[in-house]
Nanobody
Framework: VQLQASGGGLVQAGGSLRLSCAAP???????????MGWYRQAPGKQRELVATITFNGITNYGDSVKGRFTISRDNSKKTVSLQMNSLKPDDTAVYYC?????????WGQGTLVTVSS
């Protein structure tokens, strides 16, 4: 699996952004066998979970984003998206797309999200 993330940028607090991650060169069945997710890493902090989603749509969110962020996936298009609403300056970080299958994990290149106050 190879992942291509996009959609980061600069937004004011309270605004919204949508991140997308594609796996264009991946066989659909392989994509479907992965739990897809988004993680983020702020300067000086450890990488943390944002959200994950299984093939059949079961989601899991980090406590800091519950109620504000929504993860979704389109298995036919081999994409996963993260809709981020009510953004806060604390959401500023590099966001990484992730594909996990068993003990194996693949990371995308990261996309920077900056939330100004």
């Amino acid at each position: 699996v190879q992942l291509q993330a996009s959609g980061g940028g600069l937004v004011q607090a309270g605004g919204s952004l949508r991140l997308s991650c594609a796996a264009p060169g991946t066989i659909t069945s392989v994509f479907n066998s992965n739990i897809m997710g988004w993680y983020r890493q702020a300067p000086g902090k450890q990488r943390e979970l944002v959200a994950t989603i299984t093939f059949n749509g079961i989601t899991n969110y980090g406590d800091s984003v519950k109620g504000r962020f929504t993860i979704s996936r389109d298995n036919s298009k081999k994409t996963v998206s993260l809709q981020m609403n009510s953004l806060k300056p604390d959401d500023t970080a590099v966001y990484y797309c992730n594909a996990k299958r068993g003990l194996s994990a693949v990371w995308g290149q990261g996309t920077l999200v900056t939330v100004s106050s």
